[in-house]
């Protein structure tokens, strides 16, 4: 099992729609977790942070913390073509606070 | 001027060469990376230091090596190159404990 795990997608949504991706993680642990988009050949950028359960929104960006269930999930409100890339799920691991990350969810926007 | 500089941006080598990629960060962090993706993967982590004295392997580190110079710079070094080793390379810094990471513009590393 990873200890962090995304669903590789890709993830298809109509332009508009909500987006949702999730991540669910092994180490009971973690403290705190991080959503960061990725654009095809360049460096990923943080989109959101959150480090106790609930939501916490930004803007269009919504991240939500369930520490008993183990997974974190990112919604994507009012979704545009420009939100397609690649998300990446990060994990700071308790033991040594070490980063740990999922591989990545491939969503695309459809116009 | 980007918190962390990658140098160089795009290379190609030939097989069996030794390459020295640099990192250096601004942003006053202790704590730094390198990390390694292949197209459809994820970031995979090469090396990490979490203070200049500290050098730690990551998940991949056959056939690289690491300096830690000072605070602010830290390279990769390929000693022995192979095509395998073709693949995007990513500089990274945090602060401490639960802070996020913060990327320099990466290397696109070809081993012909």
């Known amino acids: 099992q990873k200890e962090v795990e995304q669903n590789s997608g890709p993830l298809s949504v109509p332009e508009g729609a909500i987006a949702s991706l999730n991540c669910t993680y092994s180490?009971?642990?973690?403290?705190?977790f991080f959503w960061y988009r990725q654009y095809s050949g360049k460096s990923p950028e943080l989109i959101m942070s959150?480090?106790s359960n609930g939501d916490k929104e930004d803007g269009r960006f919504t991240a939500q913390l369930n520490k008993a269930s183990q997974y974190v999930s990112l919604l994507i409100r009012d979704s545009q073509p420009s939100d397609s890339a690649t998300y990446l799920c990060a994990v700071n691991k308790g033991s040594n606070y070490q980063l740990i990350w999922g591989a990545g969810t491939k969503l695309i926007i459809k116009p | 001027d980007a918190d962390v500089t990658q140098t160089p941006r795009n290379r190609i080598t030939k097989t069996g060469k030794r390459i020295m990629l640099e990192c250096s960060q601004t942003?006053?962090?202790?704590?730094m990376y390198w990390y390694r993706q292949d197209p459809g993967l994820g970031l995979r982590l090469i090396y990490y230091?979490?203070?200049?004295?500290?050098?730690n392997k990551g998940e991949i580190s056959d056939g690289y090596s690491v300096s830690r110079q000072a605070q602010a710079k830290f390279s990769l070094s390929l000693e022995s190159a192979i095509p395998n080793q073709t693949a995007l390379y990513f500089c990274a810094t945090s602060g401490p404990l639960n802070t996020e990471a913060f990327f320099g513009q990466g290397t696109r590393l070809t081993v012909v």
């Open positions: 230091s979490f203070d200049v004295k500290d050098i």
């Open positions: 180490d009971r642990g973690s403290q705190s």
């Open positions: 959150i480090y």
């Open positions: 942003k006053g962090h202790d704590r």
